[in-house]
């Protein structure tokens, strides 16, 4: 019996997400970010994201076993990598400039007692140049930074499956999606400065060199639609930056501003104690902002974090109602 399973992780450019000089041609609209991928794909739906300049690389990790009596007699890679173009306008024309696929690595399947472990490292950097100073040798690059996602999927001989992202680039987001193409994980946290200076080819998995993954769990479809309704019904938004262990706020304090992660991932601590960790898409403080009470927790960043901020006079009351409605909907369920 034949029993094959994939995960795959799609690389993207989220809005905001890049600092300093380097931005420029993306606010000037030389350039783009990319809109979130959807929320889940079907055979097919990845070479059709990639013609439509959906994200800049795909890793899809598909392998599978061969099951006879019980024992695991044969294995095997089937998937591969998909590398994006950047497309740069200049005047009324658009350049696309395809970008540069590294050579796929693959680790030899560890093989255990009814179980096989696979590994995939896949990734590349855009076409377009991007001359800047990095640390270390050579000190100079050209050529843009390198992006890649390491997964592993371990399937079982009673056809179960499961899977990590063990090492991604710092920079951008990566989002990962189940064997039924589900989104079910997200990078928590993106650096884009260190993957300017740091990541070109020696400092990457094909230079030998990995950098650990921060990971979150995807919001669910509820949060997405708080969090549209959070940034689309306010007028007046800003933007807050905390370093790691820094707090946003603080228990039993009063505010009436709301939260929303856009990038790295916050603690959640009531009475000094971590009860949980919420990453990128989760709508916070609306307990306060509703009720004008104080927060119920401390809020402090584990890592390097964006948030925008919304203060409740700024928000629109239906916007608030919603949201509110929303968050005690999905507290019931």
Not at 58 to 66: G, K, S, Y
Not at 106 to 134: C, D, K, N, S
Request: hydrophobic residues 40%; proline residues 6%; glycine residues 10%.
């Amino acid at each position: 019996m034949r029993i094959e399973k994939s995960v795959t992780a799609v690389t993207w450019i989220p809005s905001e997400a890049i600092e300093g000089m380097p931005k420029l041609p993306f606010e000037l609209g030389v350039t783009h970010y990319d809109a979130p991928p959807p929320d889940r794909f079907a055979d097919g739906d990845l070479e059709a994201w990639r013609e439509a300049n959906r994200f800049r690389e795909a890793n899809r990790l598909r392998a599978w076993i061969e099951v006879d009596g019980g024992r695991i007699v044969a294995t095997g890679y089937s998937g591969g990598a998909l590398i994006g173009a950047t497309r740069v306008t200049i005047g009324p024309k658009t350049v696309a400039f395809p970008g540069v696929t590294y050579p796929l690595i693959q680790q030899e399947p560890e093989i255990g007692p009814g179980w096989v472990r696979f590994a995939q490292t896949a990734g590349g950097r855009m076409g377009l140049p991007a001359p800047r100073r990095v640390r270390g040798k050579p000190f100079f690059q050209v050529a843009s930074a390198s992006a890649w996602t390491t997964l592993q999927l371990t399937i079982y001989s009673d056809g179960r499956s499961e899977h990590r992202l063990t090492g991604a680039s710092p920079f951008p987001r990566h989002w990962i999606y189940d064997d039924d193409g589900v989104l079910v994980e997200k990078s928590g946290a993106i650096d884009f400065e260190r993957w300017w200076r740091e990541s070109h080819a020696a400092n990457s998995p094909w230079g030998g060199e990995d950098s650990p993954a921060v990971i979150a769990a995807a919001e669910s479809e509820l949060e997405r639609e708080l969090s549209g309704l959070l940034i689309h019904g306010s007028q007046g938004i800003r933007r807050r930056d905390l370093a790691a262990g820094e707090a946003l706020v603080q228990q039993h304090e009063t505010g009436d501003e709301l939260f929303l992660v856009l990038d790295g991932m916050l603690d959640v601590e009531v009475d000094g104690e971590v009860v949980a960790e919420v990453g990128p898409g989760a709508v916070l403080g609306v307990h306060a902002a509703l009720e004008g009470g104080r927060r119920t927790a401390t809020l402090r960043a584990a890592t390097r974090c964006r948030v925008v901020v919304v203060a409740q006079h700024d928000l629109d009351p239906a916007a608030l109602a919603a949201i509110a409605s929303g968050q005690r909907r999905e507290a019931t369920s």
